[in-house]
């Protein structure tokens, strides 16, 4: 198993930016393709972002591409995500998650039902 704790979320205003942060513990963090979902109150959770084992590749939200960067740093057993131009509607919980089951290190799981593992969500809130 692997236990993960998301950290550097906050209130920011609209435009703003934040870096969350995940560290990993347990088993090889290496072994696994790593992503970050949110939830906003009321809605179903959802993917934001997605990078294989290897960290060869990357998939994005449609709605979010060029603003949210996904990396990790295997060396330290941590994913990041950068935000940039926030906007109210990315405030949401911010969950980390991993998975071990997709067999390729170039995979990237892109359903929240593909993720195994998950911390417990950090705090994202834009003001306008």
């Known amino acids: 198993q692997v236990q993960l704790v998301e950290s550097g979320g906050g209130l920011v205003q609209a435009g703003g930016s934040l870096r969350l942060s995940c560290v990993a513990s347990?088993?090889?963090?290496?072994?696994?393709?790593m992503g970050w979902l949110r939830q906003a109150p009321g809605r179903e959770r959802e993917f934001v972002a997605g990078?294989?084992?290897?960290?060869?590749?990357?998939y994005y939200a449609d709605s979010l591409k060029g603003r949210f960067t996904i990396s990790r740093d295997n060396a330290k057993n941590t994913v990041y995500l950068q935000m940039n131009s926030l906007k109210p509607e990315d405030t949401a919980v911010y969950y980390c998650?991993?998975?071990?089951?997709?067999?390729?290190?170039?995979?990237?799981?892109?359903?929240?039902?593909?993720?195994?593992?998950w911390g417990q969500g950090t705090q994202v809130t834009v003001s306008s």
């Open positions: 998650a991993a998975t071990d089951r997709l067999g390729t290190a170039q995979a990237v799981a892109l359903s929240p039902w593909a993720y195994d593992y």
């Open positions: 347990g088993r090889t963090f290496s072994s696994y393709a």
């Open positions: 990078i294989s084992s290897s960290g060869g590749r990357t």
